[in-house]
């Protein structure tokens, strides 16, 4: 790992360098972000971050922010949680998100993440009294997990981290730990993601996803007590499926076996998307192919998201014109 950092860090050199990033109110270069090694966030975690997708639509010659005054708003929760301040509206950071999308020419998926972190340098633990920054960078993003096939899960041995240690319902910085334990488990036992439990026993959510599972025709998913990240996409899919497929929607405790026997289950988030699990701790879900309802959802998402679904449309910011 050494050798492939110390050339970039000698010559400040990635990939990204010459796209576009915002900076404390300012647009500059990437390789122009500097952030000085004792950066607090870097050490102890305290930041809390977003991640927002843009979906190009080839016909319309349009990219479309998805949801992002809602990832705003979430961010700004976030940061309260932590004691940080965000000086810009929601609409500031919208805008602002879409004039980076066009410096950089995004004419592809995207993803965009936003991050607000204690830049002080400062040695010692605390949240309050400390210089905060706020940055926001683009990059390409294709498929974060499969979406098409359906995927294998396993239940991690990790727990989700309890609101009263740390909060989930906070897209901190720090608690990704979490998740990178119990992802990395899960892939190097040969699986594709990851279910985590809450402390109690009950299904809380993928490492970086919500859940739902159908049974009986009903879609269930944890309620937000359960230690989860309260999802917007998981908003996106509860609305399809009451609106859409007609079906009854339930947000409760879930027992880990439910899952076993449940007929359909599937994991989702910006990143994520809408991937079907069709395998979970070697038990096939369902017939052990994607669920009629799964894929009817995720064929409307991602219309829905491309802006080909009018009714949809108001999910939606476009970049350009
Ligand atoms: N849970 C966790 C832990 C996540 O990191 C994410 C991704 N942001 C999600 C759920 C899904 O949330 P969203 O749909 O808002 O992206």
């Given at each position: 790992m050494e050798t492939q950092l110390a050339?970039?860090?000698?010559?400040?050199?990635?990939?990204?360098?010459?796209?576009?990033?915002?900076?404390?109110?300012?647009?500059?270069?990437?390789?122009d972000a500097y952030l000085p090694p004792m950066t607090h966030a870097?050490?102890?975690?305290?930041?809390?971050?977003?991640?927002?997708?843009?979906y190009w639509n080839?016909?319309?010659?349009?990219?479309?922010?998805?949801?992002?005054?809602?990832?705003?708003?979430?961010?700004r929760r976030s940061a309260s949680i932590l004691r940080l301040d965000i000086p810009y509206s929601d609409t500031e950071l919208v805008n602002w998100t879409a004039e980076i999308l066009r410096r950089n020419n995004a004419r592809t998926d995207t993803y965009i993440r936003p991050l607000v972190f204690i830049s002080a340098e400062e040695i010692g633990v605390r949240l309050h009294d400390l210089q905060r920054s706020v940055?926001?960078?683009?990059a390409p993003l294709g498929e974060y997990i499969a979406t098409d096939a359906g995927i294998r899960c396993m239940t991690s041995s990790w727990r989700r981290i309890p609101d009263f240690a740390i909060p989930a319902r906070a897209k901190i910085s720090g608690s990704y730990i979490n998740s990178a334990f119990a992802k990395t488990e899960a892939l190097e036992n040969g699986y594709d993601e990851a279910i985590m439990l809450a402390s109690d026993g009950h299904v809380s959510e993928g490492s970086a996803e919500?859940?739902?599972?159908?049974?009986?025709?009903?879609?269930?998913?944890?309620?937000?007590?359960?230690?989860?990240?309260?999802?917007?996409?998981?908003?996106?899919l509860i609305g399809l499926a009451r609106n859409e497929l007609g079906l009854q929607v339930v947000e409760r405790s879930i027992d880990r076996t439910e899952l076993y026997t449940c007929d359909e289950l599937l994991l989702c988030g910006t990143g994520a998307q809408v991937s079907p699990v069709v395998e979970l701790d070697h038990r096939k879900i369902g017939d052990g192919h994607v669920g009629r309802h799964?894929?009817?959802?995720?064929?409307?998402y991602f219309s829905a998201v491309r802006g080909d679904e009018p009714r949809y449309r108001h999910w939606l910011t476009p970049v350009y014109g």
């Amino acid at each position: 790992m050494e050798t492939q950092l110390a050339p970039r860090a000698r010559t400040g050199l990635s990939r990204y360098s010459d796209t576009w990033v915002f900076l404390d109110g300012e647009m500059v270069r990437y390789h122009d972000a500097y952030l000085p090694p004792m950066t607090h966030a870097l050490h102890y975690g305290t930041g809390c971050f977003e991640g927002i997708r843009a979906y190009w639509n080839a016909e319309q010659d349009q990219l479309f922010l998805l949801q992002a005054e809602a990832h705003y708003k979430r961010l700004r929760r976030s940061a309260s949680i932590l004691r940080l301040d965000i000086p810009y509206s929601d609409t500031e950071l919208v805008n602002w998100t879409a004039e980076i999308l066009r410096r950089n020419n995004a004419r592809t998926d995207t993803y965009i993440r936003p991050l607000v972190f204690i830049s002080a340098e400062e040695i010692g633990v605390r949240l309050h009294d400390l210089q905060r920054s706020v940055l926001i960078y683009t990059a390409p993003l294709g498929e974060y997990i499969a979406t098409d096939a359906g995927i294998r899960c396993m239940t991690s041995s990790w727990r989700r981290i309890p609101d009263f240690a740390i909060p989930a319902r906070a897209k901190i910085s720090g608690s990704y730990i979490n998740s990178a334990f119990a992802k990395t488990e899960a892939l190097e036992n040969g699986y594709d993601e990851a279910i985590m439990l809450a402390s109690d026993g009950h299904v809380s959510e993928g490492s970086a996803e919500n859940l739902f599972m159908v049974r009986d025709d009903v879609f269930v998913t944890p309620s937000v007590t359960e230690d989860i990240l309260e999802g917007i996409t998981r908003n996106l899919l509860i609305g399809l499926a009451r609106n859409e497929l007609g079906l009854q929607v339930v947000e409760r405790s879930i027992d880990r076996t439910e899952l076993y026997t449940c007929d359909e289950l599937l994991l989702c988030g910006t990143g994520a998307q809408v991937s079907p699990v069709v395998e979970l701790d070697h038990r096939k879900i369902g017939d052990g192919h994607v669920g009629r309802h799964t894929r009817r959802l995720q064929d409307l998402y991602f219309s829905a998201v491309r802006g080909d679904e009018p009714r949809y449309r108001h999910w939606l910011t476009p970049v350009y014109g």
